[in-house]
């Protein structure tokens, strides 16, 4: 038993001192905060001034068009007491024909709309990727994480990334 024990001991101290080497050189860790990259960056900027000026017309008329639906149905409300059964059930297939409309274009919209934003944040987020494997390159990180619980200041290359983002080409 003390035979084993002692070469158990043994193994470990020579497991020790096999890795002391390894554990002597200091892992290099960064971390990129991708929600400040998709808010503050200049791209990030430029793209949501792009999908305003894309989505901003069709915005304007959905608008419209609900503006129009409401004052249709409070005209609707105003004269149903005075219209015949006849007019009153043509009048509520217009109002829920034009509201079914407006439903089906705003879903359109927003899916759209949804579309471009994931297409902008990708493109933002690959050009981003490219940055950070360049750093990490440069300056020898071992390992870069974008998801973290904590971070220290120390580790945070977020400003470096976004510099290199913003700098003019």
Request: charged share 35%.
């Amino acid at each position: 038993m003390k035979l084993f024990l002692n070469a158990a001991i043994a193994a470990a101290l020579a497991l020790a001192a096999a890795l002391a080497p390894a554990s002597a050189q200091e892992l290099k860790i960064g971390y990129v905060n991708a929600e400040r990259i998709l808010r503050e960056s200049a791209p990030a900027k430029a793209a949501s001034q792009r999908l305003e000026a894309e989505f901003s017309k069709r915005d304007r008329e959905l608008q419209e068009l609900g503006t129009k639906l409401k004052a249709a149905a409070a005209s609707f409300e105003k004269d149903a007491p005075v219209l015949s059964e006849a007019d009153r059930a043509r009048r509520q297939r217009e109002l829920a024909e034009l509201d079914r409309d407006l439903q089906r274009r705003q879903r359109e919209f927003r899916e759209d709309l949804n579309q471009r934003q994931n297409e902008e944040r990708l493109a933002l987020l690959e050009k981003a990727q490219r940055i950070v494997r360049q750093i990490a390159e440069q300056e020898k990180y071992d390992l870069i994480v974008t998801d973290a619980a904590y971070v220290s200041p120390r580790a945070d290359i977020t400003e470096k990334v976004l510099r290199a983002l913003n700098a003019p080409k």
